[in-house]
């Protein structure tokens, strides 16, 4: 069965410094997602992205992040400089489609700690 | 005011018997949703969906949406220990290009 893989499943990075979290969605699915889970909170959204560009995002997503799709199956999440707040659980998903009746399968995500 | 609210929990259930978890919903054109399970440290995993109103049954799974009152609900019945995990009521948002939002979860616990 197709999935969404994300890697690396841990990383560990000192304050201030850059992350690239990367995904590769679901090959036929055209809409794509990051969202992340501080340890006991619940599943947030930060961003969706459709067609090369961004088609929402939440207030979380700040100037420090970006998303990107430089080719045609990797989809990554770049954190600038990195906050101890930062330190999450980022999961990576795809859908088909954009009009809320399609499935959203999530990845294993990304455990990022921030020290 | 919050977009999807769930009762935290834990919810702690006997084996065998029905689990029921609820969830409400601010956004009135909320059109589909979603009921995730998660276990400790792992993804959210899909187990069932619903766009129109009343039940939608799947295995053990019942799924019941009432849009009036912006209520949605999962039935788990004969409940197995496998079955504890948290569930994630998610909702998408109509007002928004595409977006799902999830509740804070709540915690069930079967006993044997």
């Known amino acids: 069965e197709p999935e969404v893989t994300q890697t690396p499943s841990h990383q560990v990075t000192q304050m201030g410094q850059e992350v690239i979290l990367r995904c590769v969605p679901i090959?036929?699915?055209?809409?794509f997602y990051w969202y992340r889970q501080i340890l006991g909170q619940k599943v947030e959204f930060l961003v969706s992205?459709?067609?090369?560009?961004?088609?929402?995002k939440s207030e979380i997503f700040d100037d420090q992040f970006s998303v990107e799709r430089p080719d045609g199956s990797n989809f990554t999440l770049k954190i600038r400089s990195t906050k101890l707040e930062d330190s999450a659980m980022y999961f990576c998903?795809?859908?088909?489609?954009?009009?809320?009746?399609?499935?959203?399968?999530f990845g294993s995500g990304t455990q990022l700690s921030v020290l | 005011q919050k977009e999807v609210e769930q009762n935290s929990g834990p919810l702690s259930v006997p084996e065998g018997a029905i689990a029921s978890l609820n969830c409400t919903y601010s956004d009135r054109g909320s059109q589909s949703f979603f009921w995730y399970r998660q276990y400790s440290g792992k993804s959210p995993e899909l187990i069932m969906f619903?766009?129109?109103?009343g039940d939608k049954e799947d295995g053990r799974f019942t799924a019941q949406l009432n849009k009036a009152s912006q209520y949605v609900s999962l039935l788990i019945r004969d409940s197995q220990p496998s079955d504890s995990a948290t569930y994630l009521c998610?909702?998408?948002?109509?007002?928004?290009?595409?977006?799902?939002?999830f509740g804070s979860g709540t915690r069930l616990s079967i006993r044997p």
């Open positions: 619903i766009y129109s109103n």
């Open positions: 992205f459709y067609n090369n560009e961004i088609s929402e």
């Open positions: 998903a795809s859908s088909e489609g954009g009009t809320g009746i399609e499935k959203l399968f």
């Open positions: 998610a909702v998408f948002i109509y007002s928004s290009a595409s977006k799902i939002i």
């Open positions: 090959s036929n699915h055209l809409y």
